[in-house]
């Protein structure tokens, strides 16, 4: 009889008040993790839905989730502007500016973590006062070095002073320096260079940080816009940020047209998102050796 009820008894003992309030937490962390995830959303999906509106449906009912009636028309209207000059523009601009900024803070990081100079530390410390300073602020001395150079209205002007940054060398500085000393002696006992130890043994062992930086640089270039306000005012030298800022400020000469210029923030989405789905799983493990070597 005793032995019948044990499992009755245990059962009963399993479902703690303990236990239950901590099932209750649970549920109201995802509530609240589900509702700002929507909330965080929300402004993409009527991005979505507007570009397949007409005009007058976005402009009557703007947070309507479901077009009336649903076109295409936007994007056809997108071959009437110069989307394809912003895009190559945009393309040619992400691609120098991602090299660079791989070459370029990679061996500026590495400098900094194995090179003993003197005046490493101040230099340290002027790339982490940069990081520190506004972007916005550099935008008037930006425009002043660029019509001083004479790149003013050129393509250099929209990437060169783009190929470095503060950001970048940090993050490459820091990789460079978990990596034992060691691993590069065998390199300088066969008589290797800096150069050439940065090269042919640094630089591989710092994939996770190289993809790393590849992502946030071809994101950051492709969604620039501040510099390139200051860079040019030359439309065949438009990116498509420029560029859709012109369609959201009315730039067609009919009125905000709304759809368009969500057909276009769609489309220039999709680069970004596939880079970032292509390098995924190398971002991810970036991160994970990064917080396993801190």
Known sequence: ??????????????DSPLERSGTGRKVVVYSLLTFFALIYIYPFVIQVVTSFKTNADAVARPLGLVPD???TAAFHRLADTDFNIWFMNSVIVAVMVTLGRVLFDSMAGYALARIDFRGRALVFNAVLAVMAVPAIVLLIPKFLVLNYLGIYNTYPALFVPLMIDAAGVFIMRQFFVSIPVSVEEAARIDG????????????????PALITLTILSFQGSW?????FIIATDDPKFFTLTR??????????????????????????TIPTAMVFIVFQRFFTQGANAGADKG
Do not use: C, D, V, Y
């Open 69 to 71: 009636p649903w076109t």
């Open 192 to 207: 290797a260079g800096p150069f050439r130890t940065f090269w042919s043994i640094a630089l591989p062992m710092s994939k």
């Open 1 to 14: 009889m005793s032995s019948t009820n044990t499992p009755i008894a245990a059962g009963k003992k399993n």
């Open 223 to 227: 969604n620039e816009l501040g510099h």
């Open 243 to 268: 560029g859709i800022a012109q369609l959201t400020s009315g730039g067609l000469g009919s009125g905000q047209q709304f759809p368009i210029s969500m057909a276009a923030a769609l489309l220039m």
